[in-house]
C-alpha cells in the first residue's frame, strides 16, 4: 500500500506539472503567438482530458485473478500468477501491479509491475515468494491502477481481486527435554484409566473384580500393560478382558492470529512443539485429542496415529486461531482427558484462572516461549518453556 509520504510526492508532481503546463499556455498565448497560445491551450486542455478519460474508462473495464497454492510445507518456494485482462478495443494504458502479503511470507523483490496491454491478449505477472513462518496467511493487490498516457492521472482498477488465503504447513520436530512432561502424563492418563476400569469391574455379573491377563506381546497397547502384576512376575503383563477406555489426553492452543515476524515466530514454535508432543503420545501407545480455534469456533480432532498427527499439521496451516472468545474449549472440561497440555503464547492472570478449572479435572501442564521472567502460572501443575531449537526447561515440574 501507498504510504502518506509517497501519495503527497505524487501530488506534488501533478501540481508541479500542471503548473508548467499553464505557464507555457500563457508564455505562448499573450508574449509569443496569440494563435499559436491558443492552438496550445486547446492542447494542453484537450490531452490531460482525453488521456485521463480513457485511463478511467480502462480503469472500469480492467479485471484481475490471482491464483496460488492452497498449501504449502514451511520454507517453500512458490509463485502467485496474476493475470490482468481487459473489456473493450482500445489499448489500456499503462497497468502498475504490486502485490502485498502477510508477514507469513516473503517477496523474493519488492517490484512494481508497470506494462501497458492489448484488450485482446490477457497479461500474465508472476511473483516469487517464500513461505517463512506456519499458518495461515493472506496476499492481496497493494497496488493495482491504471495510469493515464501522458503519466499525470492514476485510477485505481474497480475489479479487484479478492484475497488469497495460504495454508503454510508446520513441521513435526523431535522435542528435546520432553520425557519428563511425557512421563507425567502418561502416569496421569494410566491412573485415570485404573480408576475407570477397577469401577467397572467391581460390578460385574459375579460380583468379583479383578482381571484375565496374559504375557506382553510386541504391539500389545501399552495402556493395557497391569504394571503392578507386572512388577511381581518380574515380566509385562497385560489385561484381556477390558476394552481400552475412552480416556485421551488434551493438547489445547491458546493461540491467536498474528501479523508481526517476531509473534509469528513465537506462535509456530508453539504449533510444532504441540505437534511433536502429539507425535510422542501416539508413538506410545496414547491416543490423544487437540483443540484450536478456527473462525470463531473450537475445533477437536481425535489423532490415533501418526498419519493423523501429520493430517493435524495441515488442518493447523488453515486455522485463523479466531475463538469465541474463551481463552480455552469449554468442551475440553466434558471429556475424559486425565491430563492437559495447554501451549500458549501469553502466559497470563487470565489463562491462569482457566487453567485452575482444567486442574480440578485433570493434570494440567502449561507450556509457553521462552522467557527471561517466566510467570509461574499457579493454576497448572507443571509449566514449561519452550526455546526456538524446541528443548523444554521446566519452570515448575
Known amino acids: 500500500m501507498k504510504t ?47 488521456s485521463a478519460l480513457l485511463a478511467w474508462a480502462a480503469s472500469r473495464r480492467t479485471h484481475v485473478t490471482m491464483k496460488a497454492p492452497d498449501a504449502l ?3 517453500k518456494h512458490f509463485t502467485v500468477s496474476a493475470t490482468v485482462s481487459a473489456d473493450g478495443r482500445l489499448p489500456v494504458p499503462f497497468l502498475r501491479v504490486q502485490l502485498a502479503q502477510d508477514a507469513n511470507f516473503v517477496r523474493d523483490d519488492n517490484r512494481t509491475v508497470q506494462s501497458a496491454m492489448v484488450a485482446a491478449e490477457d497479461l500474465p505477472v508472476g511473483f516469487g515468494m517464500t513461505a517463512q513462518y506456519a499458518g495461515c496467511g493472506y496476499i492481496h493487490c497493494g497496488k493495482l491502477e491504471i495510469s493515464d498516457y501522458l503519466g499525470l492521472f492514476s485510477f485505481p482498477v474497480r475489479d479487484t481481486p479478492a484475497p488469497l488465503k495460504i495454508g503454510v504447513i508446520p513441521l513435526i520436530p523431535s522435542l528435546t527435554g520432553a520425557a519428563l512432561m511425557l512421563r507425567a502424563v502418561s502416569d ?43 512388577a511381581k512376575r518380574n515380566k509385562l503383563m497385560v489385561r484381556m478382558d477390558e476394552a481400552a ?26 504449533m510444532e512443539a504441540a505437534l511433536g508432543f502429539l507425535m510422542l503420545l501416539v508413538r506410545q501407545g496414547l491416543p490423544s485429542s487437540l483443540r484450536f480455534a478456527q473462525e470463531g469456533a473450537w ?15 495441515v488442518e493447523l496451516a488453515d486455522a485463523d486461531f479466531v475463538n469465541d472468545g474463551s481463552r480455552l474449549d469449554p468442551a475440553a472440561l466434558t471429556e475424559k482427558a486425565g491430563a492437559y497440555m495447554v501451549y500458549t503464547t501469553r502466559p497470563d492472570k487470565i489463562l491462569d484462572e482457566k487453567l485452575r478449572t482444567l486442574k480440578a479435572e485433570g493434570y494440567v501442564c502449561c507450556a509457553f516461549p521462552e522467557m527471561k521472567d517466566p510467570p509461574q502460572m499457579q493454576g497448572a501443575d507443571a509449566v514449561w518453556q519452550l526455546s526456538e531449537d524446541f528443548s523444554m526447561t521446566a519452570v515448575r515440574k
Not at 476400569?197 to 455379573?205: G, Q, V
Not at 473384580?209 to 495402556?223: E, T
Not at 477406555?245 to 506462535?267: G, K, Y
Not at 480432532?301 to 501429520?310: H, K, N, P
Request: hydrophobic fraction near 45%; include cysteine; aromatic fraction near 8%.
Open 4 to 50: 502518506r509520504f509517497s501519495v503527497i510526492l505524487d501530488r506534488i508532481k501533478l501540481v508541479i506539472a500542471l503548473l508548467t503546463m499553464a505557464f507555457i499556455a500563457y508564455m505562448f498565448t499573450f508574449y509569443l503567438d496569440a494563435d499559436v497560445g491558443v492552438v496550445v491551450c486547446a492542447f494542453l486542455l484537450l490531452a490531460p482530458l482525453i
Open 73 to 75: 510445507q514451511k520454507g
Open 188 to 230: 496421569a492418563v494410566l491412573t485415570m484409566d485404573e480408576e475407570e476400569e477397577e469401577s467397572t469391574a467391581s460390578f460385574t455379573s459375579q460380583s468379583m473384580p479383578g482381571y484375565v491377563h496374559r504375557d506382553y506381546v510386541p504391539g500389545d497397547n501399552l495402556r493395557r500393560i497391569n504394571w503392578k502384576l507386572s
Open 245 to 270: 477406555s475412552a480416556v485421551r489426553p488434551t493438547v489445547i492452543l491458546d493461540l491467536q492470529h498474528e501479523i508481526e515476524p517476531d509473534a509469528l515466530r513465537r506462535r509456530e514454535t508453539m
Open 299 to 313: 475445533k477437536c480432532l481425535e489423532l490415533d496415529s501418526e498419519d493423523a498427527v501429520r493430517l493435524a499439521a
